[in-house]
């Protein structure tokens, strides 16, 4: 097992052991819940479809915005 480098801030570990803990939970979330959907309440391939369009769209609206109001700043920094 890999050791935590003793030279690291301790803010910094915390904050990356943190970040491994709310990704883990994202992706085992993004993995349960469409089990849960077809075993618990017999989903159909439809639903699950639907189940993961939306469990994903938030990641694509939020990256879409952030591509925009990036392009945006950068039209508005040329301008000045």
Excluded at 6 to 30: G, I, Q
């Amino acid at each position: 097992m890999a050791r935590i480098n003793p030279n690291l801030p301790r803010p910094f570990v915390k904050l990356a052991w943190s970040n491994l803990a709310d990704r883990s939970a994202e992706h085992l979330s993004l993995a349960a819940v469409p089990l849960v959907a077809v075993l618990a309440l017999g989903a159909g391939p439809g639903e699950i479809g639907m189940l993961a369009t939306v469990q994903t769209l938030p990641f694509l609206l939020l990256s879409i915005r952030q591509v925009l109001f990036a392009g945006f700043a950068d039209a508005l920094k040329s301008r000045l």
